[in-house]
């Protein structure tokens, strides 16, 4: 892959994570109160680690596959959690 390409792929991933946050902040969520932020980027980062590492501890210990398609959802929802924080 070229790195005009790469480039292209970076910038198109960042503005739909712009899009994206603006879309929640302006709608998705109506609450003024601060501490409610805080509940939903702390509810995201533990079902996120609950979702990412709870599935590869289980593929780990168990050999079974069948939860791993749950980690790349578990770290989406890290992410989120982490970026809910600065709001």
């Known amino acids: 892959m070229s790195a005009s390409a790469v480039v292209r792929r970076l910038a198109a991933l960042s503005g739909a994570s712009a899009v994206g946050a603006g879309a ?3 709608h ?3 609450n003024s109160d601060p501490d409610d932020y805080r509940i939903v980027a702390g509810s995201l980062l533990i ?3 609950g ?3 709870g599935s590869l501890y289980h593929q ?3 050999g079974d ?3 791993r398609k749950a980690a790349p959802v578990g770290g989406v ?3 989120v959690g982490w970026l809910a924080m600065i709001l």
């Open 24 to 26: 929640y902040g302006a």
């Open 28 to 30: 998705g969520f109506k």
């Open 47 to 49: 079902a996120g680690m």
């Open 51 to 53: 979702m990412f590492c």
């Open 60 to 62: 780990a210990l168990t």
């Open 65 to 67: 596959p069948g939860l």
């Open 77 to 79: 929802a890290m992410i």
